[in-house]
Structure formats: C-alpha cells, structure tokens
C-alpha cells in the first residue's frame, strides 16, 4: 500500500490549500484516513479522520472549523480543505490508513503512511 501527499506549499495568511492523499494498492473504502501533522521541533500531531464510509469525521480543535477532511473512493484519493490558515498551520502534513473500522486519533493505530507534504503559513 503506498500513500502519496500532495498539495503543499508556502501561503500567506489567511489562504486556503487543499492536501490531496492518492491511495494505490488498496481499496481506499475499506480504511479509516487519517491526517496528521508535524511542526519544526514538535511531536507528530493528529488533524482530523474520516471513517471508511465517510459518514463520521473528527478534527483537532486546532482546526475545528477551518479545515475539511473528504474522501473520493471512485478516485481512491483523500483530502484536506484547509481554509483560514495561520501561521500556526506550518508543519508537515502527513496522511495515514487505518486497516481498523474504528475511528481514532491515535496515530498509533494506523498502518499505512504517507511521506508528508509541507506546507507554510506565512504571517
């Protein structure tokens, strides 16, 4: 299973991006995505998750209200609408596949990894 990210880059305050997360080797409708991300000197932190049926999100309340986690299982492709941004947002924004059918935020939990996608806030 290969996670390829895509869509990062350096924005100014108050942009909007939109992540892209291509899924190959495996039915994207049977996983639980999950986004993550990873700030200069900070531990890896959890963003928002969608469930395999796409019916259930949750989001970091860091982003609550600014961001967007969809998924196109036609496309086998998951996104991040993120929308607002700050200069906070600056990390490295990482995509991962749960085999589970349980939603979660640990990112423990999850198999599949993707090599990150930087993006930069600019104030």
């Known amino acids: 299973v290969q996670l390829q990210a895509s869509g990062g880059g350096l924005v100014q305050a108050g942009a909007s991006v939109r992540l892209s997360c291509a899924v190959s080797g495996r039915t994207l409708s049977r996983n639980v995505m999950g986004w993550f991300r990873q700030a200069p000197g900070k531990e890896r932190e959890f963003v928002a998750v969608i469930s395999s049926s796409g019916g259930s999100t949750v989001y970091a309340d860091s982003v609550k209200g600014r961001f967007t986690i969809s998924r196109d299982d036609a496309k086998n492709t998951v996104y991040l609408q993120m929308n607002s941004l700050k200069p906070e947002d600056t990390a490295v924004y990482y995509c991962?596949?749960?085999?589970?059918?349980?939603?979660?935020?640990?990112?423990?939990?999850?198999?599949?990894w993707g090599q990150g996608t930087l993006v930069t806030v600019s104030s």
């Open positions: 991962a596949a749960d085999r589970g059918v349980v939603v979660t935020i640990d990112s423990r939990a999850y198999d599949y």
